[in-house]
């Protein structure tokens, strides 16, 4: 997931480098406004808030006396862009080179002094004796070093509604404008599918004290840009996924508790790990075939429809879903049966909206052939129902991905003079500190 604009990415380039040769005879400055970006941006890299999130600035302040160069923080995107460092061409091109022993690549190429300086200039203008953070002449750090806390999390609401795949209107910068209206947002941060980077329509919203988020967290007609939001506190929400067993995302998760990885918790719950790009396909005559790469199609959209879904509980045994899907059909066409491995309860959701007939109709049960078990039928809370759609919808994108990574379903040519071939993916931007 992403950290929201104003409330900043923290996404950096590869090893530091200055080139003093680059410099240009001209003279650089920016304007007051984009100065103040400048510091308001660089002072939020070094916040609790970000610092709670990001490992790898989390790296930087505990090196060095916690200074940090202005000549790293050049790297990052947002302020290469407000300082206005041009991008080369030959990044990409080189990024995918690089000998065997070093898989990295090549080194990216220099950034000139010139940029740097301009950034200190407008850090050390903006920075003052009532800021948590201090300068010098080559980097900044915080005054008081960074301590970890957990307690962003109680500080911290979960948001639905957005639409999905969609940025929020007006950038992330207009959905922290909009919560700032019913408290002080330190940070907000766009949840994002982890193999596509596509937006979820959701996202995670932290206040400056659990007065604030309790409130927020308790309103029921929030609306964004003409959509209805669903906001919970992401204790709540974090808890009802912890009980029905589903997978943790690590925005999710609360500090100081244990989960297991993707992997783990795939292999606890019978569930098949999502497909990836492996090893080049081989032709009938044993060449190896190359695969273009097509972008992936976008995931199932899932409609929230009223009144389909029902909660059956007293599952015993080994009832499967074969057996669940008959006998829940007696109350109407089944569309998909939610349980997980060895539960005792589950959600069925209709093809039509049949809930509330379904649960008066058959108050006594249904039962399941073949067996002494009898499903009792009740209604779907609102918590449960959100969490429904939410695996829903990470299913549909785990299905989407495990569609586009098939090399079955990947046109191809034999390898060698393909104008289309596609070359090893570009290293990580990151630089080391």
């Known amino acids: ?32 406004q984009t100065a103040e970006k400048v510091v308001a941006q660089v002072k939020h890299y070094f916040s609790d ?15 060095h006396d916690g200074w940090v160069p202005f000549s790293n923080l050049i790297r990052f995107n947002k302020l290469r862009q407000l300082v206005g460092v041009p991008e080369d061409p030959k990044t990409e091109e080189t990024s995918s080179r690089g000998s065997k022993k070093d898989k990295r690549g090549p080194p990216p190429p220099p950034i000139a002094k010139k940029y740097v300086d301009l950034l200190a200039s407008a ?18 750090r915080r005054k008081v070093p960074y301590v970890e806390s957990g307690e962003w999390f109680a500080r911290t609401v979960h948001v639905k509604g957005l639409p999905y795949g969609e940025e929020p209107a007006g950038d992330a910068a207009g959905l922290t404008a909009f919560f700032a209206q019913h408290g002080e947002v330190t940070l907000l941060r766009l949840r994002r599918n982890p193999r596509t980077k596509a937006f979820k329509g959701n996202a995670l919203v932290e206040f400056a004290t659990v007065e604030q988020a309790e409130e927020v967290a308790q309103m029921t007609d929030l609306e964004y840009s003409g959509r209805p939001l669903t906001v919970v506190s992401l204790s709540a929400y974090h808890d009802v996924k912890k009980a029905a067993g589903e997978y943790m995302h690590p925005e999710l998760r609360k500090p100081g508790e244990t989960y297991p990885t993707f992997e783990e918790w795939c292999a606890a719950n019978g569930r098949e790990l999502p497909s ?36 059956f509980t007293g599952v015993e045994g080994e009832i499967g879903v074969t057996e669940l899907k008959q006998a829940l059909s007696v109350a109407g066409a089944v569309k998909y049966v939610d349980i997980l491995p060895g ?45 429904f759609y939410e695996r829903a919808k990470e299913a549909s994108e785990i299905a989407t991905a495990r569609k586009a990574n098939n090399p079955n379903n990947k046109k191809g040519k034999r390898a060698g003079g393909n104008a289309n071939r596609v070359e090893g993916a570009p290293r990580s931007k990151r630089p080391r500190m």
């Open 1 to 32: 997931m992403s950290i929201a604009e104003g409330i900043p990415q923290v996404v950096a380039a590869a090893d530091m480098q200055v080139d003093a040769a680059a410099d240009a005879t001209e003279e650089l400055s920016l304007d007051s």
């Open 49 to 63: 808030a970000n610092l709670n999130h990001d490992s790898y600035m989390r790296k930087g302040v505990s090196m």
């Open 123 to 140: 850090v050390k203008g903006g920075v003052t004796n009532e800021d948590s953070v201090e300068v010098n002449d080559t980097g900044i």
């Open 276 to 311: 990836a790009n492996g090893k080049p396909r081989k032709s009938k005559k044993g060449k190896e075939v190359e695969k273009v790469e097509t972008p992936p199609p976008p995931p199932k959209e899932i409609v929230v429809v009223p009144g389909v879904l029902v909660k």
């Open 343 to 387: 539960a005792s309860e589950g959600i069925v959701r209709f093809k039509e909206p049949v809930a509330t007939q379904a649960i008066e109709a058959h108050a006594d049960g249904l039962a399941v052939e073949g067996s002494e078990v009898v499903l009792k039928l009740g209604a779907v809370g609102k918590d449960e129902e959100d969490a």
